[in-house]
Nanobody, 127 residues
C-alpha cells in the first residue's frame, strides 16, 4: 500500500522560504502522478503542484507559478516542494498525494485524480 509522510512545514514571515518533503513508500515513480495540495480553513482543497512521473512534466497552479518548484529524488524516495516568496495566502495544510491512474495527466491539479494522501504538514505565513 502506498504511504506518504509529509514534513518541513512551519511558520515563516511573508517573503520567506520553506521546503516540504514527502517520504514515499509503496509507490513507483515511473507510474503516473504525484503532487502537492493545500487546504485552508473553510476553503476547498486545491492543487498546488504536480509531476507526471513518467516524463517529469510538471504542473503548477497559477497562484504559485514562479515561486514554487516540485521535484523528486528517486534514490531517496522523496517528493519535494520548494517554496519561495511565501505569502500569507499560502497559509494552509499541505498534503502530498499520489495517483495510480493515467488520467491524472489530464487533471493533475484536481484532487479527484489522486488516490493516496499523506496526513499533511502545516504551513503558516505571517505578514
Amino acid at each position: 500500500q502506498v504511504q506518504l509522510v509529509e514534513s518541513g512545514g512551519g511558520s515563516v514571515q511573508a517573503g520567506g522560504s520553506l521546503r516540504l518533503s514527502c517520504a514515499v513508500s509503496g509507490y513507483t515513480y515511473s507510474d503516473y502522478c504525484m503532487g502537492w495540495f493545500r487546504q485552508a480553513p473553510g476553503k476547498e482543497r486545491e492543487g498546488v503542484a504536480a509531476i507526471y512521473t513518467r516524463d517529469g512534466n510538471t504542473f503548477y497552479a497559477d497562484s504559485v507559478k514562479g515561486r514554487f518548484t516540485i521535484s523528486r529524488d528517486n534514490a531517496k524516495s522523496t517528493l519535494y516542494l520548494q517554496m519561495y516568496s511565501l505569502k500569507p495566502e499560502d497559509t494552509a495544510m499541505y498534503y502530498c498525494a499520489a495517483s495510480a491512474r493515467s488520467a491524472c495527466y489530464r487533471i493533475p491539479l484536481n484532487h479527484y485524480a489522486m488516490d493516496y494522501w499523506g496526513k499533511g504538514t502545516l504551513v503558516t505565513i505571517s505578514s
